[in-house]
């Protein structure tokens, strides 16, 4: 009885999306710009994330989440996501200064719309 494969190969399945990616890789395409441009999750205004204080990122985001026809959920959460996503898919090419200035932002939403987590 002959083996023609390893068994570690039998359970490998392909991937189905992968001539995709890499695609969409060699045309310079970023998934999270279309996310952002695209999506139904907020219309922001051009640069916020490259403000200079946490305060005008988060005056910056209610601006936006109050002007936006596109939103899905609450104002609080539509900032908040589109904020937290944009550290998220930022990942390592993130200063540890901007970060810092992005992770103050948040508290200054949180206090902004008077969801404060002090109890």
């Given at each position: 009885m002959a083996v023609t494969g390893s068994p570690r190969d039998a359970k490998r399945s392909p991937r189905?999306?992968?001539?995709?990616?890499?695609?969409?890789?060699?045309r310079?395409?970023?998934?999270?710009?279309?996310?952002?441009?695209?999506?139904?999750?907020?219309?922001?205004e051009p640069g916020v994330f490259t403000k200079r204080t946490a305060r005008q990122v988060a005056l910056s985001?209610?601006?936006?989440?109050?002007?936006?026809r596109r939103r899905k959920s609450d104002p609080y959460r539509s900032a908040m996501s589109?904020?937290?996503?944009?550290?998220?898919?930022?990942?390592k090419s993130l200063s540890p200064e901007?970060?810092?200035?992005l992770g103050q932002a948040k508290q200054e939403l949180r206090a902004i719309f008077g969801r404060d987590r002090a109890h």
């Open positions: 189905k999306d992968s001539g995709a990616r890499r695609a969409a890789a060699k310079g395409a970023r998934w999270s710009q279309h996310v952002t441009q695209t999506s139904n999750a907020l219309d922001l985001l209610e601006r936006s989440v109050k002007a936006s589109m904020l937290s996503f944009h550290i998220n898919r930022a990942g901007r970060r810092k200035v």
